[in-house]
């Protein structure tokens, strides 16, 4: 069965550092996700992606986040300067259409 | 905007046991979908299901759009469900999300 493909599963980096999490969404989907979860909190959406370039994002998503489709497989978001606050389980997911989303296993990332 | 409720917020069952999980919607449904977070942190798919019935093994969920709530049926729990269980409703139109419960948090005891 495809799956959403994340990595790493586990990052951990200095505050202030850029992190890349990268994510292979199913083959044929055209619809491409990250969310977040904060540690003991609800997941939250950060941002959607279609025809190469972003079509949705949520108020959490300001100017350090970014995201960009390098090439035909990958999905990638970076944080330009971590804070601690972004600690938290970011979760990709890619859909066929705007249905069923896919989701990926995480990666959980930890700013020390 | 549209709100996502889910009850209870606990659950604590003896192996063996049924429960059953509710997800209330303060809007139309338009497409649901039910997931379980294991306790690494991991979002498991386990039903898209907009309207209707739909089994999967132990599992099974229902939705009912008109009265906008959904119910996730565990029966004949095991350890191995133990975590938490998020309904997620998606927006649909031009935003292209998903809105998340807070979850119910299931403890199944041996």
């Known amino acids: 069965e495809p799956e959403v493909t994340q990595t790493p599963s586990h990052q951990v980096t200095q505050m202030g550092q850029e992190v890349i999490l990268r994510c292979v969404p199913i083959s044929n989907h055209l619809y491409f996700y990250w969310y977040r979860q904060i540690l003991g909190q609800k997941v939250e959406f950060l941002v959607s992606f279609y025809n190469n370039e972003i079509s949705e994002k949520s108020e959490i998503f300001d100017d350090q986040f970014s995201v960009e489709r390098p090439d035909g497989s990958n999905f990638t978001l970076k944080i330009r300067s971590t804070k601690l606050e972004d600690s938290a389980m970011y979760f990709c997911?890619?859909?066929?259409?705007?249905?069923?989303?896919?989701f990926g296993q995480g990666t959980r990332l930890t700013v020390v | 905007g549209i709100q996502v409720e889910q009850s209870p917020p606990d659950l604590i069952l003896q192996e063996g046991a049924n429960s059953t999980l509710r997800c209330n919607f303060s809007d139309s449904v338009n497409n649901l979908q039910w997931f379980h977070q294991n306790p690494w942190g991991q979002l498991i798919n386990l039903f898209y299901i907009p309207s209707g019935t739909k089994q999967n093994g132990r599992l099974s969920a229902t939705t009912v759009a008109t009265e906008r709530y959904s119910l996730l049926y565990i029966s004949s729990s095991q350890t191995t469900d133990s975590g938490v269980y998020f309904c997620a409703e998606y927006l649909g139109g031009s935003q292209g999300n998903l809105i998340f419960g807070k979850g119910t948090k299931l403890s199944v005891k041996p």
């Open positions: 997911a890619s859909s066929e259409s705007r249905g069923q989303a896919f």
